[in-house]
T-cell receptor, first 112, second 113 residues
């Protein structure tokens, strides 16, 4: 089965810096999503990019998708302490709703 | 609009007992998904249900695990004869029809002693 894999596994930066996380996957997809999980909590949906899109913005978030390389990146600009969390990419296959395949995540720590 | 509700939040069971996890989707959402998360791991898809139907159970173990989403009431994930390896966080998500985005509940943390 396909699987998203995030890179790096952990990232520690200073508040105000930009954070970039990458995700690779194995098979063709319909869409790719990024989620955030604070320690011990449920996941929060951040942004979705469809397979025919290359870049998408939402506030301080910028997501890119390169289907030829089967990779995506999530950029968080002007990071804040509250951005400390684990970030997961998830891929969906189908033309409709279906179960998502998650990677192991990148644990982001923002140093104040 | 209340978010996805899961209960209990924490559940402790002895080996061999049954665990029942409940999930109430967001209002207007007819699709429910269950995922399992082991420590330091990503979420693993288990099962996808719509009202009264199992759409995809490819991620669910064939034995001891079952799921339902009845016409009335919450979705239930049932684990019979639990073993230590079942200890994990179980997350439920819901989505409205024709949507890719999933909205997650806070999870149920199952501990098998």
């Amino acid at each position: 089965s396909q699987q998203g894999e995030e890179d790096p596994q952990a990232l520690s930066i200073q508040e105000g810096e930009n954070a970039t996380m990458n995700c690779s996957y194995k098979t063709s997809i319909n869409n790719l999503q990024w989620y955030r999980q604070n320690s011990g909590r449920g996941l929060v949906h951040l942004i979705l990019i469809r397979s025919n899109e290359r870049e998408k913005h939402s506030g301080r978030l910028r997501v890119t998708l390169d289907t030829s390389k089967k990779s995506s990146s999530l950029l968080i600009t002007a990071s804040r302490a509250a951005d400390t969390a684990s970030y997961f990419c998830a891929t969906g296959l189908g033309g409709g709703a279906d179960g998502l395949t998650f990677g192991k995540g990148t644990h982001l720590i923002i140093q104040p | 609009n209340a978010g996805v509700m899961q209960n209990p939040r924490h559940l402790v069971r002895r080996r061999g007992q049954e665990a029942r996890l409940r999930c109430s989707p967001m209002k207007g959402h007819s699709h429910v998904y269950w995922y399992r998360q082991l420590p330091e791991e990503g979420l693993k898809f288990m099962v996808y249900l719509q009202k009264e139907n199992i759409i995809d159970e490819s991620g669910m173990p064939k034995e001891r695990f079952s799921a339902e989403f009845p016409k009335e009431g919450p979705s239930i994930l049932r684990i019979q004869q639990v073993v230590r390896g079942d200890s994990a966080a179980y997350f439920c998500a819901s989505s409205p029809p024709h949507s890719y985005e999933q909205y997650f509940g806070p999870g149920t943390r199952l501990t098998v002693t």
